[in-house]
């Protein structure tokens, strides 16, 4: 039996890639769309920073919010384009079989569609909220932690 190598699998387009990937900008467009909208509806000094407690220790304009949405939306791209690269994703466990390396790209493009909401997250904590609370940004965190726990099990029991 001749022993998988995943440096050697080639992925193309699907259509289950396709349909990530228009999920993927539609999610996009729809985020980006919601912070313009907070930002053009922000005072003019909003939170930038949340001390241990959760109380604001930093100010600033509430373009400063886009930095960080910014480096996130970046690195979701970059997960939708890693799903054409599995080699470099980075897996829990040995990759043994083809149907594992098929789990490790459905789990990066998840992630890279996740990571969208964190975004969103982050300017509606900041921008938004009355008395801001961390509670968005943990349920994205949240959510992240499930989807890898989840396709982690998968991954395994697809030995």
């Given at each position: ?16 890639a ?17 912070i ?94 009355e ?10 965190v ?8 989840v ?9």
């Amino acid at each position: 039996m001749e022993k998988f190598d995943i440096k050697k699998v080639k992925v193309h387009r699907t259509v289950e890639a396709t349909i990530f990937e228009i999920v993927f900008a539609i999610v996009a467009i729809i985020v980006w769309g919601l912070i313009i909208w907070m930002i053009h509806l922000a005072p003019d000094i909003v939170p930038t920073h949340f001390d241990g407690s959760g109380k604001a220790n930093a100010y600033g304009s509430p373009m400063d919010i886009t930095i960080p949405c910014i480096i996130i939306t970046i690195a979701a791209l970059g997960c939708m384009v890693l799903a054409y690269y599995p080699r470099y994703i980075n897996s829990i466990g040995k990759i043994t079989n083809i149907r594992q390396v098929e789990l490790n790209i459905r789990s990066i493009r998840v992630a890279g569609i996740t990571l969208l909401l964190m975004a969103l997250a982050i300017a509606y904590t900041m921008l938004r909220m009355e008395s801001p609370t961390p509670f968005p940004i943990l349920a994205v965190v949240g959510l992240l932690l499930v989807e890898i726990i989840v396709f982690a099990i998968l991954i395994s029991k697809a030995c």
